[in-house]
């Protein structure tokens, strides 16, 4: 059993940043942040092996930054010139031996 914990959503301005945290109950998986909007399917945002290899949806590249803590079983994703269609719940994902485990989500919103 994997437990994930995020924090760091808000409200922010547009071209504004927040940092998402989530913190495993293990450690050296493969994590991602995934997000869904209302009323669309969830999206894969940016991923991070356990080495530090990472990948990004075309809509976040240049803005967004996944990197990961180790020694404290955290992952982030820092958002940078965040825009209104960044709105979303944000959402910490892991897959291990075979099981599929997702933090609780985190609201983020853009908006003036």
């Known amino acids: 059993q994997v437990q994930l914990v995020e924090s760091g959503g808000g409200l922010v301005q547009p071209g504004g940043s927040l940092r998402l945290s989530c913190a495993a109950s293990?450690?050296?998986?493969?994590m991602a942040w995934y997000r869904q909007a209302p009323g669309k399917q969830r999206e894969l945002v940016a991923a991070?092996?356990?080495?530090?290899?990472?990948n990004y949806a075309d809509s976040v590249k240049g803005r967004f930054t996944i990197s990961r803590d180790n020694a404290k079983n955290t992952v982030y994703l820092q958002m940078n010139s965040l825009k209104p269609e960044d709105t979303a719940v944000y959402y910490c994902y892991t897959a291990v031996r075979g099981l599929n485990y997702w933090g609780q989500g985190t609201q983020v919103t853009v908006s003036s």
């Open positions: 293990g450690s050296g998986y493969a």
């Open positions: 991070i092996t356990s080495g530090g290899y990472t």
